[in-house]
């Protein structure tokens, strides 16, 4: 296992690239911490699988440097980097059978055979694949046959990191969180650094101790799933973070007062900077229907089982606030109120308010 740095990574597809807009990694600065169980979580085309690739030597960035336990192994091939990749469609050999194709990457190594049979058994039974144990790999169902991919994946012991990337995207819907338990369960008994990418916020909030949200190209926050929701660092992460996702409202700031539709909204604490765009974000979970505040007009009641989310309507702005208990009606006048230490400023997309003491 290894401590996994990138520092100033860049990356363009294009032999020539000019502006900002050709590199699919913008600059990336990052440390993975030893054992950490990590997601990297942003929508699809944001550099994810680009920075994987990076990271396991399949493909060499543009520029910076990758190192592990600070040591530099940019210009190391990936079957020098002693890393386990486990990609979105399965890579197993159809004409061995599951025992064999879980025992390849030991045998690869030269692993004593009677330590792999164990660790062979071993994997198959927290994959509960035994009974295919002696099956050729080409008779399994897709579903299967990516159980045995990530089996591939996680049976040495020895491996610097293990990186998943979309490994769910060919199982069954109910495969799904018992696969995504089980490998939260594996980490914490294998203690190996893991990183699990996705575009599904449910796996990477389920899976990882520390998520690195991208968006284009970008890291925009690392935090844990709390810190994630409560505070996000960028309008980007509110909106994918979240069902529904934060409310992200214009407004406009007069000498550090902030009004939205001709109301004074107070915030969590003083706004930092100035110029540039700015909007307010605030949670739905943080919203409240009131009985003074700002006005607003009921556009939807949707019950989503445990609350309903209400959207209302501020002058053309909609926002929409979860509502545990009694709803109003649609078409009704209410009031919003938003709680203050969770309403937050943001300029270009980025937090722009401190927390007060
Ligand atoms: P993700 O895994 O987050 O979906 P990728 O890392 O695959 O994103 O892609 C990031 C960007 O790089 C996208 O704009 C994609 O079109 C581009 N890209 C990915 N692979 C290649 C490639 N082999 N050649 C050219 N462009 C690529
Ligand atoms: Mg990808």
């Avoid at 059978?97 to 030991?106: E, H, I, M």
Wanted: include cysteine; glycine fraction near 8%; hydrophobic fraction near 40%.
């Amino acid at each position: 296992m290894a401590k996994i740095t990138l520092s100033n990574l860049r990356h363009s597809y294009l032999p020539n690239p000019k502006g900002q807009e050709d590199y699919a990694l913008k600059e990336i600065d990052l440390d993975w911490q030893d054992g950490g169980a990590y997601a990297l979580l942003g929508p699809s085309g944001c550099g994810k699988s680009t920075l994987l690739n990076i990271i396991s030597g399949l493909l060499a960035p543009s520029e910076g440097r990758i190192l592990f336990d600070d040591r530099d192994v940019t210009d190391l091939p990936p079957d020098q980097r002693n890393i386990a990749q486990v990609f979105q469609f399965p890579v197993i050999y159809d004409t061995m059978t599951v025992r064999d194709n879980l025992a390849f990457p030991l045998r690869n190594r030269g692993v004593p055979e009677t330590r792999i049979a164990e660790r062979v058994d071993e994997i198959a039974g927290m994959l509960e694949v035994e009974d295919m144990l002696d099956i050729r790999a080409a008779h399994l169902s897709p579903d299967n046959k990516q159980k045995i991919s990530m089996g591939r994946g996680l049976v040495r012991d020895d491996v610097n990191v293990v990186m998943f990337d979309e490994p769910l995207t060919v199982i069954d819907p109910h495969l799904k969180w018992k696969l995504r338990s089980k490998l939260k369960e594996l980490h914490q008994r294998v203690r190996a650094t893991m990183i699990y990418v996705t575009h599904d916020q449910t796996e990477a909030l389920t899976f990882a101790d520390q998520v690195v949200v991208m968006q284009d190209g970008e890291v925009v926050q690392i935090g844990t799933p709390v810190e994630l929701f409560e505070r996000p660092q960028h309008t980007f992460v509110g909106h994918f973070i979240g069902s529904p996702g934060m409310n992200v409202l214009p407004v406009t700031e007069t000498d550090g007062q902030v009004s939205f539709n001709g109301q004074t909204i107070f915030l969590e604490g003083k706004v930092t900077g100035q110029g540039g765009s700015t909007e307010l974000g605030i949670r739905p979970e943080f919203v409240s229907i009131a009985t003074t505040g700002i006005e607003a007009r009921v556009r939807k009641v949707s019950d989503v089982g445990r609350h309903s989310v209400v959207e209302a309507m501020v002058g053309d702005t909609p926002v929409k606030a979860v509502v545990e208990g009694a709803v109003p009606e649609q078409g009704a006048p209410v009031h919003l109120n938003f709680a203050q230490k969770q309403t937050r400023l943001y300029r270009d997309g980025w937090i722009a308010t401190e927390v007060s003491a």
